[in-house]
């Protein structure tokens, strides 16, 4: 009898851009891009339009995507490049999924934008290199150095800025003493993008006759700010067509006042430049619908299409105008966290083909649903949730009941926030301002914080939970319990009591009874 040949595990093919609203992709959206890329691609993929990124931050969220980590866990809270950065990379203790793959014999390649860790690269990890962006400056240097390092190359930056003493110029945001923004503009080959692809394609290309399965990952830095596609995707879209989110007005008086003042920056825009930063947002997403195209056809042009999984993310979105905000931080919106997720190839289901899943999905889910898709055992802990029982077909992910969870302490502007969105209800937790009580149901604009009544009023002799109304008072409470019971479970830091620190209005107390053995039991409920 012969020897039975031995299958090859499927490849790999990551396509990560930066800054993607999840919106631009999903059907019916009132931001639709136009991605015929995307599009053909959908027809033998499945969709995820409730995926998250648990940190609405480049660093943070791409060291979540590449650990299955929270960033409590793997430390990484900010840019890793700053002078200001609280931590230069994750800790040394962390495991990387990627390495389960390199120890099962896959042939790794790294294409495009890291901004993971400011003193390790991908080749520190097994990759092999093709080209690099974002991957820090401070190789070799202890961290010491590193924040030496940052201070001089930012400080270098404002050398002969002087004051501005001219008109503002159409998409210009003024900024006395900074360096020069403006929102939007075209280029014709932005941010290296096309060559990190292109590297990618070669790869593709010279993969096609070796024997090992390979794990192929491109980062773009599109549709990240300023918004800049080149001029034949800005001309796909028609400035007639372009409309501002329906809570664009939104005064945010019952918000933060740090939102405030981060939109007033952006309020030098006329609402008709802000159409304009829309339209070149959304062109700008065509143009990295382009690129991926390319990855597609040199998977058909290889032969290699029908074994190789694929997936198109994002590491985190864009406000996209709602709120009148634009890029990601501290603002507790859903459109800085929802991202795209669409993943397709060898072993999931023609059932899942089109579909648009519902399910709340998170980057830290992708590693152990890789591993799971290729047969790779795991070596390191996850707190991620595999979705190939669902993707093959032989699950259903709604008899899970889950919630969303996200940790945030600034963009680089430091202030630690802490969400839980349960079902229909979202509670942000500011530990530098008031919170905020959002029901998704009834307002899914986050146009009305239900938090905000009597916040700031002096009231002596007032009780601990005056400033609750009575009819969401349970609701906030059980709120709590499951975010001190997650933060609790993930090694999160935000436990000091100190009076003048823990301003929250029930403490981690009302989380232990679901917290025994490490982890939190009552994550996995869903209040109705």
Known sequence: MEPQAKTKRPNILIFMTDQQNGRTIHNGA????????????????????????????????????????????HGVWNNVNNANALSRGPRPDVTWWSQDFLDA????????????????????????????????????LDVFGQHDESISREASRYRGIGRVDRPRGRGEILRPGWTEYVHYGTDEDPFDDRFATERGVEFIQSAASTDAPWMLFVGTLGPHDPYTPPKRFLDLYDPVDIVLPENFEDPMFDKPG??????????????DEHREAIRHYLAFCSYEDHLFGKLLD???????????????????????????????GLPSFGSAYNVPFVIGGPGIAASRFTRECTYPVTLMDIGPTLLDLCGVTPSGRSSGLSLAPWLIGDATLEEIPRDHFFQ????????MQRIVVSGRWKLVHNMFDYDELYDLQEDPGEL?????????????????????????????????????????????????????????????????????????????????
Request: charged share 20%.
């Open 30 to 73: 009132w931001a639709r891009a136009i991605t015929p890329n995307i599009d053909r691609f959908r027809r033998r993929a499945a969709s995820f339009t409730n995926a998250v990124t648990p940190s609405p931050h480049c660093c943070p969220s791409r060291t979540s995507f590449f650990t299955s980590l929270y960033p409590s866990e």
């Open 105 to 140: 014999g896959y042939d790794l390649a790294f294409s495009g934008k890291w901004h993971v860790s400011n003193h390790q690269k991908p080749s520190d990890l097994g990759w092999r290199e093709l080209f690099l962006t974002q991957a820090g400056h401070g190789h070799g």
């Open 258 to 271: 740090l939102y405030r003042r981060t939109r007033d920056r952006f309020d030098q825009l006329t609402a």
């Open 298 to 328: 040199a998977l058909d042009a290889s032969g290699q299409a029908d074994e190789t999984v694929v997936l198109y993310l994002s590491d985190h979105g864009d406000y996209l105008g709602e709120h009148g905000l634009w890029g990601k």
């Open 408 to 415: 945030s302490n600034g963009n680089e502007v430091y202030g």
């Open 448 to 528: 009305v914080n239900l938090l905000a009544m009597g916040q700031g009023e002096r009231q002596l002799g007032r009780g601990p939970l005056d400033d609750i109304p009575d009819r969401v008072r349970p609701t906030v409470e059980e709120l709590y319990r499951r975010l001190w019971a997650f933060g609790l479970a993930h090694h999160d830091e935000n436990l000091n009591d100190y009076i003048l620190i823990a301003h929250g209005h029930y403490g981690p107390a009302i989380a232990a009874a679901d917290f025994g053995d490490g982890k939190a039991n009552a994550t996995r409920r869903i209040i109705g």
